[in-house]
């Protein structure tokens, strides 16, 4: 059952992930404090983090970069993150934060399921 954060501080952000991923199998747990991100994966060990772009004090570009710096950590997961952006222009963002993927808000739920999808998929072929 694949485990989703989903890091958002506004409220139609969550709820619109929400409805996307609101699938079976799946498990979300909503965070909304950037400063206890790296606390909320190792308690929630999710399989991959939904970020939004803009979440309170800390940009979503800086909590990916967060994220994938503690992954050099042997006991740290290295966590997909789809990032999602206000602007086309934001791609620059993302890739600069080496996010696996993302999505322009307003997003339809299809799309955000297939990046998400995309990104477990390639998780599970990478393997351990």
């Known amino acids: 059952m694949p485990k989703v954060l989903v890091v958002a501080d506004t409220p139609w952000v969550t709820n619109d992930v929400h409805a996307a991923l609101s699938l079976p199998g799946f498990e979300l747990a909503d965070h909304h ?3 206890t991100l ?13 970020i939004d772009l803009q979440v309170a004090s800390m940009g979503g570009m800086a909590m990916a970069r967060s ?4 992954a050099l950590a042997p006991e740290f ?3 997909p993150i789809v990032l999602l952006l206000d602007r086309s222009a934001d791609t620059f963002l993302a890739r600069r934060a080496a996010a696996s993927a993302w ?10 399921r297939e990046a998400v999808a995309a990104v477990l998929t390639e998780e599970a072929a990478a393997g351990p």
């Not at 190792?42 to 399989?47: I, K, L, M, N, S």
């Not at 999505?103 to 955000?112: C, I, M, N, T, Y």
């Open 103 to 112: 999505v322009q808000k307003p997003f339809d739920s299809a799309e955000l």
């Open 67 to 70: 994220l994938k710096e503690a």
């Open 38 to 50: 790296i606390d909320a994966v190792t308690a929630f060990e999710p399989d991959v983090a939904v």
């Open 33 to 35: 404090d950037p400063r």
């Open 77 to 79: 997961p290295d966590l």
